[in-house]
């Protein structure tokens, strides 16, 4: 199976701060990789797919950049609903894998 | 309004089996892979498994295979796990998503218990 490394885990920050996590996959996977937030007691929120693409809806201050292994979430200045675990996914070869998470919380 | 609603959790003894459904509404559900994820408490996303359009191709995590079997009924917009040989790791919320991997539309969940 394909491993997905996120880091750093866990994060803290600052409204309006600019935020980067990393996801990282055990083996080449192109852009096979998507990113959701996802907040208690509610469904996961799709951001990015096929690395970098938006989701229709999500705000333009989010964004996804990389291939191969090395991927990025940025979120361009953080907002108070941004608080949140954001997990990577690669949705390259089955067992589609997540990363194990990376909470953002209040600095 | 496009949606999914899951059901059929519960508190189930190790060794006991369990059914869930999943409902989708507002979208063409036979054109579409179907997926379950869950999330055990105090830890991250896992993806179980998946099913084709025409349920001829399934896809299982391997630490299910064997034990849970993914099916659905597109007359009736179902799709179902069924859930044998639970074991206490099995505890979770199960989410059903559209989507070969899940993707941009999921369920609220259900919890599924599994304790004696």
């Known amino acids: 199976d394909i491993q997905m490394t996120q880091s750093p885990s866990p994060l803290s920050a600052s409204v309006r701060d600019r935020v980067t996590i990393s996801c990282r996959a055990s083996?080449?996977?192109?852009?096979?990789l998507s990113w959701f937030q996802h907040k208690p007691g509610r469904a996961p929120r799709l951001l990015i797919f096929?690395?970098?693409t938006l989701q229709s809806g999500v705000p333009s201050r989010f964004s996804g950049s990389g291939s191969g292994t090395d991927f990025t979430l940025t979120i361009s200045s953080l907002q108070p609903e941004d608080f949140a675990t954001y997990y990577c996914?690669?949705?390259?070869?089955?067992?589609?894998?997540f990363g194990q998470g990376t909470m953002v919380d209040t600095k | 309004e496009v949606q999914l609603v899951e059901s059929g959790g519960g508190l189930v003894q190790p060794g006991g089996s369990l059914r869930l459904s999943c409902v989708a509404s507002?979208?063409?559900?036979?054109?579409?892979?179907m997926s379950w994820v869950r999330q055990a408490p105090g830890k991250g996303l896992e993806w179980v498994a998946n099913?084709?359009?025409?349920?001829?191709?399934?896809n299982y995590v391997e630490s299910v295979q064997g034990r849970f079997t993914v099916s659905r009924d597109n007359t009736k917009k179902y799709l179902y796990l069924q859930m044998n040989s639970l074991r206490v790791e099995d505890t979770a919320v199960y989410y059903c998503?559209?989507?070969?991997?899940?993707?941009?539309?999921w369920g609220q969940g259900t919890t599924v218990t599994v304790s004696s």
């Open positions: 998503g559209r989507g070969m991997w899940a993707g941009a539309v």
């Open positions: 996914q690669q949705t390259y070869i089955v067992p589609y894998t």
């Open positions: 096929a690395a970098s």
């Open positions: 507002g979208f063409s559900f036979r054109s579409y892979w």
């Open positions: 083996q080449n996977i192109d852009n096979r």
């Open positions: 099913i084709k359009e025409n349920g001829n191709e399934m």
